[in-house]
């Protein structure tokens, strides 16, 4: 902060359970002072961890970081299934889990890591007919969402364990999943696989592409200390980096187009200070700017 103005950045907050994302938004803009902050995707309420914001320009930053990679610690419960696929939903059924083989729980999870299609939890917030998916569920519609692609590249097991008597089981896990990817719906498929019913009872996310929980702070620990990531160091970490000239610089931050470079994908440009100058598309004859932040970078 300088003069009372808060530059652009990121803030990588980890998310407390029982607060939703809008309302920790809420909070930032409060902390911030600036109304233009924006998250990179959701966070369930019951879901802790770490929830990318962006304040001011790096709010251009979200759409990207949106589809990136994820990794979640997460407990499956076995022999309960709920209306929410986790615990905060009503049991809808279920079966005693503890004659379930150790040996079938990993094969189960064998078959739901890879490139798999996915039904997407029916409280979900994806919209049906203009509405989301959770408003219906809730107001007594039966609603059936389509299967879609979704990528698990580790689904790793780390504990097994009787719970309730002996009747349930909670399988710890990670996972490591592409974007789009509903954990909630992994437990449910996992337990239907084996015929018990399943859901999640904890959930924590751990990387969402670049940014790790090692950098996410707490709400109480951000009122105290904002621990802004600057936007020319959010952008390094997130994108492919090419180093420009002071002439390229100076071309794309007029919006005029300058020679391709040979990485795929968007690209950060850097003026010689160090300075975000924009977002670049390669073309095969030149590169352009998806988005200009500002001559030198700006704050």
């Known amino acids: ?91 809808t059924g279920g079966s005693i889990a503890a004659a379930v083989d150790p040996v079938d729980i990993r094969a189960g999870v064998a078959a739901l890591t890879g490139a798999i299609q996915q039904v997407p939890s029916s409280v979900s917030a994806i919209k049906v007919k203009g509405q989301r998916a959770y408003s219906r569920v809730r107001s007594g519609e039966d609603v059936q969402l389509s299967a879609r692609p979704v990528t698990i590249s580790r689904f790793e097991v780390h504990d097994i364990r009787r719970v309730n008597s002996g009747k349930q089981q909670d399988v710890d896990v990670t996972v490591e999943c592409s974007s789009g990817t509903y954990i909630r719906a992994l ?80 690209v950060a440009a850097f003026a010689p200070d160090g300075t975000l100058v924009a977002l ?5 004859n030149d590169a352009r700017a998806l988005l200009v932040f500002a001559p030198g970078g700006g704050n």
Request: no cysteine.
């Open 1 to 91: 902060m300088t003069n009372g103005q808060i530059h652009s950045g990121l803030v990588i907050v980890d998310k407390p359970q029982g607060w939703t994302s809008h309302d920790v938004v809420g909070r930032m803009r409060r902390l911030a002072g600036t109304r233009k902050v924006g998250h990179a995707g959701t966070l369930d309420p019951m879901a802790t961890g770490v929830l990318v914001l962006g304040i001011n320009r790096a709010t251009r930053l979200l759409t990207y970081i949106v589809g990136t990679s994820k990794t979640y610690d997460a407990t499956i419960r076995l022999g309960q299934s709920t209306l929410t696929d986790d615990a905060e939903g009503e049991v």
């Open 187 to 266: 437990a449910r498929d996992l337990g239907a696989a084996l015929g018990v019913g399943g859901h999640l009872t904890a959930l924590r996310r751990t990387q969402v592409g670049p940014y790790l929980l090692d950098q996410a702070a707490t709400l109480e620990e951000l009122a105290l200390d904002l621990r802004l990531l600057k936007l020319d160091a959010a952008a390094r970490a997130l994108f492919p980096v090419r180093e420009l000239s002071p002439g390229e610089a100076a071309n794309i931050s007029h919006g005029r187009r300058i020679d391709p470079g040979e990485e795929s994908g968007p």
């Open 280 to 284: 670049l598309e390669n073309r095969p």
